[in-house]
């Protein structure tokens, strides 16, 4: 849990200011919907069955990284973020892929004008994994607002 907490830290670090804060809470899971959204539209080997395809890779790789931390409530949190993304992903099919790629460009604009407000870096600068660790960090604000403590 201690590298879970140094995270979470060293990622609030970098967004104190209430309005690159907000735009985080909006544009995180904006973000993560559209890179589900272009790796889903990503041919697949004709071999592989129809419901594997590369955002179901991408998201075995980071549900790997959320067990990691041995939490089941942080777990079962990044499912009930994650879950309705994919479900409206496929109710859009096939017509996400554009969609995806507008939402990624605009939901990153915003977040590097929340970070030029705040005045620091993107945490992923530093890290890569920062980039899975926004997700956890906009849930345990949710969570917080429904009196529900992950860690």
Request: hydrophobic share 60%; with cysteine; aromatic share 16%.
């Amino acid at each position: 849990m201690d590298r879970l907490q140094a995270y979470l830290s060293e990622y609030a670090e970098s967004h104190q200011n209430k309005t690159n804060i907000l735009i985080h809470k909006i544009c995180v899971p904006a973000i993560m919907f559209s890179v589900l959204g272009i790796f889903k539209a990503l041919p697949v080997p004709a071999s592989w069955p129809l419901w594997l395809d590369w955002s179901v890779v991408l998201l075995g790789l980071a549900f790997a990284f959320y067990a990691s931390f041995k939490n089941v409530r942080l777990f079962v949190a990044m499912i009930v973020m994650t879950f309705p993304m994919v479900l409206i992903l496929e109710l859009l099919r096939p017509r996400f892929f554009l969609l995806s790629l507008f939402l990624f460009i605009v939901a990153w604009i915003f977040q590097f004008v929340g970070h030029k407000i705040e005045g620091k870096k993107p945490s992923f600068f530093k890290d890569l994994l920062f980039l899975l660790v926004g997700p956890v960090w906009v849930m345990k604000a949710l969570a917080a607002k429904v009196n529900i403590n992950l860690f």
